[in-house]
């Protein structure tokens, strides 16, 4: 059975940081594009950053310089590291594994906030 577990979620100020982390088990992991979504209140679920099975990366605009995603296919494990957060991070957040086509979690909660 594919299991895509998050964690790392929660509260956090402006300006600081969280790593986010993706435990995949039930696939042959290496074999997979990884992802990170994000969904906010009242609107569309968008693609955060991806990294391919040769760890080739891509990031939305909003997120360039900010965050990191990386791959550790030995663990079986992705994570994306968000430095100097903002307001506008504030979502749920979900991994996903594609290989013709997609599993995801069940996503993890970060809310950006004074």
């Known amino acids: 059975q594919v299991q895509l577990v998050e964690s790392g979620g929660g509260l956090v100020q402006p300006g600081g940081s969280l790593r986010l982390s993706c435990a995949v088990s039930g696939l042959s992991f290496s074999y997979y594009a990884m992802g990170w979504y994000r969904q906010a209140p009242g609107k569309q679920r968008e693609l955060v950053a991806a990294?391919?099975?040769?760890?080739?990366?891509t990031y939305a605009d909003s997120v360039k310089g900010r965050f990191t995603i990386s791959r550790d296919n030995a663990k079986n494990m992705v994570y994306l590291e968000m430095n100097s957060l903002k307001p506008e991070d504030t979502a749920d957040y979900y991994c996903?594994?594609?290989?013709?086509?997609?599993?995801w979690g069940q996503g993890t909660q970060v809310t950006a906030s004074s």
């Open positions: 996903k594994a594609t290989h013709g086509f997609a599993y």
């Open positions: 990294i391919s099975s040769g760890n080739s990366t």
